[in-house]
């Protein structure tokens, strides 16, 4: 397995499997499906994608 792709497999589970506590539990998916405001701290960065995509 390349890096490109043990890292989109790392960013598919961190994105629509793996709830997050401060989501109240849901995936990054789920709460950006529901339209929840999501707060982040200063300076972080996060990526959530509209759609799984394959590599």
């Not at 998916?29 to 759609?51: S, V, W």
């Amino acid at each position: 397995m390349t890096t490109s792709e043990s890292l989109w497999s790392y960013f598919q589970f961190y994105n629509y499997q793996r709830p997050h506590q401060s989501l109240k539990y849901q995936t990054p998916f789920e709460a950006y499906q529901k339209g929840q405001k999501i707060e982040q701290n200063k300076g972080a960065k996060a990526a959530i994608f509209d759609k799984q995509i394959t590599p």
